[in-house]
Nanobody, 130 residues
């Protein structure tokens, strides 16, 4: 199993930047998919970005391409989400999620499906004001 703790959320004006961090603990020796999701009030959980814990970006949502960057420091068991040019519509609770590599899956559409990730952090609030 793996435990996830997010940090770095806050309030920022439109056009500003934030960097979220997600620290993993537990079975960190196993290769993992690491993902960021977000959930705005009254909406479902949306996949934002996915990568391998040891490198290799797999997915960005169209809504964040060119503005958000997912990255990792595997020595620190940490995945980051650098968010630039933030917009009010980016306001949401941001969650870190993970699953171990090895389950049989097909295609790439699953990267953004929240049901595919069994491990979740507690979430961190991001609020962007206009």
């Amino acid at each position: 199993q793996v435990q996830l703790v997010e940090s770095g959320g806050g309030s920022v004006q439109a056009g500003g930047s934030l960097r979220l961090s997600c620290v993993a603990s537990g079975d960190t020796y196993r290769r993992r998919y690491m993902a960021w999701f977000r959930q705005a009030p009254g909406k479902g959980r949306e996949g934002v970005a996915t990568m391998y814990n040891d490198g290799g970006v797999l997915y960005y949502a169209d809504s964040v391409k060119g503005r958000f960057t997912i990255s990792q420091d595997n020595a620190k068991n940490t995945v980051y989400l650098q968010m630039n040019s933030l917009k009010p519509e980016d306001t949401a609770v941001y969650y870190c999620a993970a699953d171990f590599v090895g389950r049989l899956r097909y295609g790439r559409t699953w990267y953004s499906r929240s049901t595919e990730y069994p491990y979740w952090g507690q979430g961190t609030q991001v609020t962007v004001s206009s």
